[in-house]
């Protein structure tokens, strides 16, 4: 586009623009992109802003809490490029609405609350969210052209004792205040338990993501060498609904997601449209591991894996699980990426957060 264009309001002089350049991101092609890509489409533009690299995998969450929540609750209108994978978005939303919720005992939005607009430049592996938002293809254009939107968020409740898996899987850190409370947290694409928090987890390392998207196919192989068969009582249920036991303690792949995508063809929720606010459970019990990757085959053939009678698909409000491992390998959960480890006989709860009323809270817009 010509710089005589009109810019969107989002990149309008009266905002606040600033660009965040997750280093560390899939296969680390951020800082090439902005240097090649970005900063002179943005200096064409005229457009005003600040950098800010990150400088570890908390840098993210750090910037939120001292930059983009103060300006937020001060009314400051700020666009948020964000160059980085999904988790970049999840330490924004993260960060807001924990901080939020902490703070006061009602969790509406404070008095004044300017929800940020992020634009999603994706950097990561699989980048389920941009490619599900119609982002990816080309990201310029989608900033350009397109609209910011509430990002629907759920909330994943875990029971005392949950630590985050952290330094590729060598560290666990406490995620609540002690060991005690329960831990809460917040994703704006996917929940997982079974083979896809494993081989997210798995394939979680420096040497693993040199692979690419290949490291998941990879990671799969190793996991379904295994062919293990996951134990717990999961049970979904619908809005004001009661709960419905999914048969049998034994599973293969349990997963909640707000997003249609999870990589650019893997199409694992059909039914999900852009930001929609939907949550979508896709369920499959106790299979060998040769159905299983037949099943999640179809998933490359435009979400066809929905129609087999060996995949139970809802549209749900909410998931449990309660979790009958005795090794902590079989009970990691993945939260947009981030792998939790449940205490033993602990317990996670998975619930939509909604768009609006008293418990609605949307904390960033997404431009799609």
Request: with cysteine; hydrophobic share 40%.
């Amino acid at each position: 586009m010509a710089a005589a264009s009109p810019l969107p309001p989002h990149l309008r002089s009266d905002r606040e623009v600033h660009v965040v350049i997750s280093i560390l991101s899939g296969q680390r092609k951020a800082q090439e992109y902005y240097d090649d890509t970005l900063k002179p489409f943005l200096d064409g533009h005229q457009i005003r802003y600040s950098t800010h690299t990150t400088k570890s995998s908390k840098t993210i969450t750090e910037l939120t809490t001292s930059l983009f929540l103060p300006n937020a609750v001060k009314g400051v209108k700020q666009t948020i490029i964000l160059l980085s994978g999904d988790g970049g978005v999840v330490d924004v939303v993260n960060t807001l609405t924990s901080t939020l919720n902490r703070s006061s005992d009602d969790i509406r939005m404070p008095s004044v609350f300017m929800k940020p607009a992020v634009v999603l430049i994706p950097t990561g592996t699989a980048n389920a969210l941009a490619w599900s938002s119609k982002v990816a293809g080309d990201p310029l254009d989608a900033m350009l052209t397109g609209t910011p939107r509430p990002l629907p968020t759920f909330q994943a409740r875990l029971s005392p004792g949950a630590r985050l898996v952290v330094d590729e899987g060598q560290g666990r850190e406490l995620l609540a205040a002690s060991d005690d409370a329960e831990t809460v947290t917040y994703g704006a694409v996917v929940f997982s338990w079974g083979l896809h928090a494993s081989l997210v987890g798995l394939s979680d390392t420096t040497e693993y993501r040199k692979h690419g998207l290949q490291r998941f196919r990879m990671a799969a192989e190793q996991l379904l060498k295994d062919d293990h068969k996951y134990r717990g009582k999961v049970k979904w249920r619908k809005a004001g609904g009661e709960w419905t036991d999914v048969r049998g303690l034994e599973h293969s792949y349990v997963l909640a997601s707000l997003v249609s995508n999870l990589e650019e063809t893997f199409r694992i929720s059909p039914a999900t449209k852009p930001v929609d606010g939907t949550l979508h459970l896709v369920h499959i019990g106790s299979e060998p591991a040769s159905e299983i990757m037949r099943i999640l085959g179809l998933a490359y053939q435009a979400g066809q894996h929905v129609t087999d009678p060996k995949v139970s698909y809802e549209d749900i409000e909410g998931l449990r699980i309660e979790f009958y491992e005795d090794d902590e390998q079989w009970r990691l959960v993945c939260v947009d990426g981030k792998i939790i480890a449940p205490a033993k006989d602990g317990w996670v709860e998975v619930t939509k957060i909604p768009g609006s009323g008293v418990d609605g809270r949307r904390v960033v817009e997404l431009v799609c």
